[in-house]
């Protein structure tokens, strides 16, 4: 069985700060990671992806993960917030078989100028 | 321009009647999903299908149903059955085989009953 776990459900970061976002999956099998970014009343939008290829990750604007096996960990970071980076964040796992979902509850970023 | 489309973005409707949520992709991939989401509990899965004429239910299928006529095509429908139809319907859609397959996600519709 797949479910991921995202500690807090509401992060607030500076202009300029250093955004991290958690997220620990549990598997049973080698699984796929994605972090998807929800806008107010938008669907989700695809950040980045982890195919085992490698095990940091990037993504689209500036975002990154990296891979820890060792600590069940797929965090989300970005060096330096910006004002359009408020938004809702998804962290999802997949089987290697099939393509169901699943995702965490979410995290709310917002930042503060 | 491929995507998915959801229709209408706002649905208003009064306690005890049916409504059907549309959903319509021009990516040409295979499985078609629907989501319910609400503040604070994530995306939870609500059908999905892998092939036309064919659909599973998810995690929260009571009160639901879905056909999948077309590839294309993938339509919810509240029925009176939903005992809290207020939500966010999102739909999506995605590729199927050995490897990942990211899903891609439609702008939702926001139903209110009343």
């Known amino acids: 069985a797949q479910s991921v776990t995202q500690l807090g459900s509401h992060v607030s970061v500076s202009e300029g700060a250093l955004v991290l976002l958690r997220c620990n999956y549990s598997?049973?099998?080698?699984?796929?990671l994605f972090w998807y970014v929800q806008y107010p009343n938008q669907g989700l939008q695809l950040l980045l992806k982890?195919?085992?290829?490698?095990?940091l990750v990037k993504g689209i604007n500036g975002f990154e993960a990296e891979f820890k096996k060792s600590e069940t960990s797929f965090h989300l970071t970005k060096p330096s917030a910006h004002m359009s980076d408020a938004a809702e964040y998804f962290c999802a796992v997949s089987a290697n078989t099939g393509n169901q979902f699943y995702f965490g509850t979410g995290t709310s970023l917002t930042v503060i100028p | 321009d491929g995507g998915i489309t959801q229709s209408p973005k706002y649905l208003f409707r009064k306690e005890g009647q049916n409504v059907t949520l549309s959903c319509e992709q021009n990516l040409n991939h295979d499985a078609m999903y629907w989501y319910r989401q609400d503040p604070g509990q994530g995306l939870r899965l609500i059908y999905y299908s892998q092939i036309v004429n064919d659909f599973q239910k998810g995690d929260i299928a009571e009160g639901y149903s879905v056909s999948r006529e077309k590839k294309e095509s993938f339509p919810l429908t509240v029925t009176s059955a939903q005992k809290n139809p207020t939500a966010f319907y999102l739909c999506?859609?995605?590729?199927?085989?050995?490897?990942?397959?990211?899903?891609?996600f439609g702008p939702g519709t926001r139903l209110t009953v009343t």
């Open positions: 598997s049973s099998v080698p699984p796929y």
């Open positions: 999506a859609s995605g590729t199927l085989g050995t490897g990942i397959h990211e899903q891609y």
């Open positions: 982890y195919t085992s290829a490698a095990t």
